[in-house]
């Protein structure tokens, strides 16, 4: 295989990767400025020059002091509305890392390289800036004078370089909010982003003309050497020299300058209680609480049978950390630029959602409150519903749960449990459910498949096999077909497939056939727990009698609830998805691919719940390496970045709503690459793209083809005539 | 209002064809395997008729009757979710391989045990078999005025309106209380049933009748009452044969596609 934009493959960066640019620069700065140091060593200044009463900075400090303590009362109040996390207290190493690596060395933020750089700038400069006026403070209340002579040059140095900093911190955001009209961050405007932005922007450069006043009228001449240090500043004060201000006129420009400068920076800290800017805090405490465990994993209600109330549809039946998390957010927009529904002109935004959620908060929070929230009801203190009112059902069922807002969140907002819970309460407690959704959930209930009036059976692809062996307790695997690995006739060719793949491998594997039934997950997705409760215990019951350790399963989707949700219902198996399985066989030998297939150039999609959600982006690229006379040209969004094909979350039984269709937009991203194949690992992902691909390309001539990776690597392995896909079939096409 | 709902359970009809099988002998149909029975479709939506009563005029009772095997009462209790307050059973060796009139006849000598009932509601016809006859049987039994079709049915006072489908178009029809409905696809989609619902329908004990529950004479009920007599069931036999025309060209091949048709006398 040939790699046709090896630069489209990105790895999640790590840790150590994004801060070597900066900390390379700084350390070079560093010995610079060791050897330029040794030179002068009587350098100092006066602390709170030509200021007379410094001590009103301690009456701003005290004000903001008391005006945060009342705005995280304020918000505590509301929080505590909400039900108790559990297992806080576990994993705390995991946590407190997830608070340094997502918090304080913000992963998330640097996904968009732009504003990575942006909001290191700004954040850096601010760290830095801190710790320089809080030296000011201590070497004045403390009386200790140690910015003195090398120490205070370099203090100069350093304070001017983070100013600057964070000035090309603070272009960048200006550009990105007056000169991008249609940026993310203008999809949900107020005054406070101007308000933030501009405050900032006045900080800076105040703290600049302060310090180039006095340079002017105490250092530029005096002590040139010295000046030179604090270089932004000793070049502006170096430019005053042309206006030729007098000494009293400097002087006087230089009070009020740092006056407006003090105030306009306790203003600006102070706008932290009453805006966004409290992601200072809040997004380093959302990365201590963010989940622990995979994010493929939804809560489990515990004892259902015994609650009144099955999902959220009042404010208070989230938890509290649900809660918070509203408050986390910046208004950002990753989530919704990444969101399929979205970007498909579908009603779900997921930002709106999370705001929609904090102001309903903030309006019947307080009410609650004095009502107490135990036995509160919401809608005794407000006309409008939580569920349909402020987050309308359309919105709730347009999730595809695929993760792709989750995994941008810079401040770990987890939009989609929140969603589910929703959708619990509208399935179970509601139950509004739109009709197609409704019809597949009944499907599953009575005949233990969402695959309404299919006209096959679970044995119907063994046809023309005589040696389909059944699982019993003595082989290694258990092969996992799927619902719809066998009752929709388009998936039927990747079971068989898969089959010969086993068995040619010399697998030792068997079936269930007849005995499968659904493992619940699309009920879970959709909201109806009581029902995935019921089909998951079941199977996992099963699953222990036939004796099952390891299971190899066609869908994604079986993939991740058997590995990641049974073990809720004390089913632990060894699960394998069939791409892992067979990537494995070809690097052991035990699977030769030596044919040409009819695909050669082809794009890779990641359907969400194989690569997202459960990381497994590789395994289905070893395979394309091993088909011989192939290439690959990656889409633009792909692996952790990869677009839902527009089925996943129940919406392969919905009718979407919209502008577009999610498997259109998909589609076409596809036939973008120029490939003449798109390949996945998902039989929803197969059939939307073969929906959605005859919707972009209407002509079938030159149409793009969609394949299971599976179908590619049976042709590669048995040769053109071998194939289970009338491989001859699709050859004809081809040609 | 006391409304009783005729539920049946049928074999699942969207069983796949494969999974199909007949007894030629026992002129019956093989219950196909891990297939289970389900709750027939339009008694689903005589159901969600009768709520909808209920519903509208804020208080009333449900009561849902089914005949048939112990298994039945998975079908009872998807109406018992659905909101209906009662449920029984029709459960003996006696009332089962009956048809259409010994079927009809005990419901109805249920419906009388009941009481004071004021509206019954079946489904247009059993999904399985089709006879849609069972709704106007009862009716016969009891006297009472019978409504077939519809896809609305409202209240009014001491009678009932009933919106019937015609082959084109609606028809409105009023008939004076008791009466009998039976009730269409068109009616809309029957309701999913809160979670709530569901497990009050659990607890729900369902009520079982026998014969002599009802007092019928055994005679006129199940296979003994049956008027009807099944002489043969069998499964269509379909195939199809495939001849491919020789020819070196497509022209040719098309000239004996012509040919051999016309020899078929098809053109």
Redesign the interface.
Known sequence: MQQNNPQEIRKPSRLVGAWWGPAVGLTGIGLVSAVEIERTSDATREVFFNVDQPWAVYLFLSILTGLLVYGIGRHLTLWALGRPVPGLRQQLGHRLRNAVRLGLAQDKVRRDRYAGIMHWCIFSSIVVLTFVTAQVAIADDLSIHFLEGQYYLFFSFYGDLFGLIGVVGVGMALYRRYFDSYHRIRWDERLEDHAILWGLALVLLTGFAVEAFRINATELDQQPDWARWSFVSWGVASGLDLFDLSESQLLSAHVWGWWSHIVIAFGWLGLIVFTKLDHIFFAPTNAFLLRTDSPGRLTKIENI?ER?V?GVGQIQDFTWKQLFELDACVRCGRCSSVCPANLSGQPLSPMHLIQDLKSHLATVGPELQRVGHQNGDVRAVSPVAMVGDVIKDETLWACRTCGACVQECPVMIEHVPTIVDMRRYL?????R?P?TA?AA??NME??GHPW??????RD?WMEGFDDVPYFDGTQEYLYWVGCSGSLVERNLPITKSVFRLLRESGASFGVMG??ETCNGDPARRLGNE?LYQILAQQLVDTFKEKNVQKVITNCPHCFNTFKNEYPQFDGHFEVLHHTEFLAKALKDGDLQARHQVTASEMTYHDSCYLGRINGQYDAPRQIIEFLPGTSLTEMKRSRSRGLCCGAGGGNMWQEEIGERRVNHVRSEEAVGTGADSVVSNCPFCIQMFEDGLPAVHPEEEGRMRAFDIAELLEQSVFGPEGGSRATSEVAEAIQ | MHLVVCAKQIP?P?T????FRIDSAKNEVIPA????P?LSPFDAQAAEAALRIKEKAGDGKVTVISLGQESAQAAIKQVLAMGADEGVLLSDDAFQGGDSYSTAHALAAAIKKLGDVDAVFCGRQAADWDMGQVGIGIAEELGWPVAIIAKDAQADGGSMVVQRVLADGFETVKMPLPAVVTVSNELG?P?????????QAARKTVTTWGPADLGVDASEIGAAGSRLKLEKLFQPESGAEVELMEGETPAEQAQALAKALRDAKII
């Open positions: 049978e009144e099955f399935v179970m407690d509601e139950a459910v009709a409704q959930l009944e009575v005949r309404r009036g299919t006209a096959l059976t119907s007849q005995e009581y | 699942d969207e796949p064809p494969a999974a395997q891990g297939i289970a389900v989609d309701r999913y049933p809160k979670l709530q619902q569901i497990m």
